[in-house]
């Protein structure tokens, strides 16, 4: 038992996904071990809090437990997958709600600090990669940064962002291209993209 | 560049998951004749890929994970070649035609030990498809390629017993960037005659203002 489980590990995910679809729950859990950490702070980010993070988080491995086999490696890595399917439960949990804003958002974070206290922080492995992504979103002006950082982490659609900035929809989205674009050209040139 | 479209408008709030969703089963339907906004799109999207990575890592909560783990070991994955198998071997045992080519219901798919029952529904107004899988009395309902609710909607479920008016599941849901989406219907089903979905206003409603637009018969 001890050496099955020290082998899955040593195992790719695209492997460990082979073994889910046939129902190995060891494997999943070498999966969570792996990817349930970037998982929740993506949610975590986006909900602003700990308990209904930890809630998409749950609801998102389960729905990837039931899809078994699914998973198609064209698509991206297992990571971007799962990834996706948080970022995607979130966002539908926001639209549960009837109306929220990045305001309400603000006041949560203040309620959170007890619970952010009780995290544990780590240190992302591969950390060039992450300061490079973080140095190219800061380089950004301001006004492309807003937006993309509302879209993605926030949840909230382009019509919702030019309400909340008073901005025809289109500059939003005229925003989010320029960014979006520039990021592109700044994460290729630190090799940070695939 | 395909018409008139600005063919570089839409792919960077696509690749964000910023459009609104039927904007967004609009560009869908768009990137299928242009290659720009698909390269586009392609291309947003591996930058869009990075943006977790930019923010603070926490591990996940202890308390999380063994709830997670406990969930799923108590309800096994599947496994195609096995359900294809034991599938036939239950119709030859039974004498019955499990796989129904007519109504709602299509068959019978095997987990690891436990059976889900496939419940195919009716859609009325909306493209794509939807299907109800039941295991061990949970139903989980999952939609493909689906039209989206719309600006300022959201799809709600319901479960009818009998001629009584629908109940709400406590469900809402809404797409993703492909019309799809999986939703665990958290009540127990048993006794429901139907799964209905109905577009609401966005926060859900106490009673369907509209007619169905997915039905699911389980009777």
């Known amino acids: ?194 | 560049m395909s018409g008139t479209h600005d063919c570089t408008g839409d792919a960077a709030a696509y690749a964000l998951g910023a459009l609104e969703p039927e904007e967004a089963s609009a560009f869908r339907e768009h990137m299928q004749q242009c290659a720009v906004c698909r390269d586009e799109v392609a291309a947003l999207g591996g930058v869009v890929q990075a943006l977790p990575t930019a923010i603070r890592q926490y591990e996940a909560p202890p308390g999380l994970r063994r709830r997670v783990m406990r969930e799923v070991r108590s309800e096994p994955a599947g496994s195609l070649t096995r359900r294809v198998g034991v599938v036939r071997t239950r119709a030859i045992a039974c004498g019955v035609a499990v796989m129904a080519a007519a109504g709602a219901f299509t068959g019978i798919e095997l987990t690891a030990g436990a059976a889900a029952t496939v419940f195919q529904a009716r859609l009325s107004g909306i493209s794509g498809s939807a299907q109800v899988r039941v295991t061990n009395g949970r139903a989980e309902l999952v939609v493909r390629h689906l039209t989206s609710p719309g600006h300022g909607h959201i799809y709600e479920v319901w479960l009818q017993y009998g001629t009584h008016a629908p109940v709400a599941a406590s469900v809402l849901f809404g797409v993703d960037s492909a019309g799809n989406n999986e939703v665990a219907i958290p009540r127990r089903i048993h006794g429901a005659s139907a799964i209905l979905v109905t577009s609401e206003p966005s926060g859900g409603s106490p009673k369907p203002t509209h007619a169905p637009v997915i039905v699911t018969r389980l009777d």
Not at chain 1, 47 to 56: K, M
Request: aromatic share 6%; charged share 30%; net charge neutral.
């Open chain 1, 1 to 194: 038992m001890f050496s099955q489980r020290r082998n899955l590990k040593q195992l790719a995910d695209e492997d460990l996904m082979l073994q889910v679809r046939e129902g190995d729950a060891r494997a999943f859990e070498v999966l969570f071990d792996r990817h349930g950490g970037p998982a929740f702070s993506l949610a975590y980010r986006m909900c602003g809090s700990r308990a209904r993070a930890e809630d998409v988080v749950q609801e998102a491995f389960i729905s990837l437990w039931r899809a078994g086999g699914r998973y198609d490696p064209s698509r991206g890595s297992v990571r971007t997958w799962i990834l996706s399917v948080v970022h995607n439960r979130t966002i539908d949990s926001f639209r549960r709600e009837s109306r929220r804003t990045a305001q309400s958002l603000e006041e949560g974070h203040a309620e959170e600090r007890v619970a952010a206290a009780e995290l544990t922080e780590v240190t992302v492995q591969r950390r060039a990669d992450a300061d490079g992504v973080r140095h190219a979103l800061l380089q950004l002006p301001e006004e492309q940064r807003k937006v993309i950082e509302l879209s993605y982490y926030g949840g909230f659609s382009h019509q919702e962002i030019a309400e909340m900035l008073a901005l025809p929809p289109g500059t939003v989205k005229g925003r989010m291209r320029l960014g979006l674009g520039k990021l592109r050209i700044s994460l290729d040139e630190a090799g940070v993209l695939p």
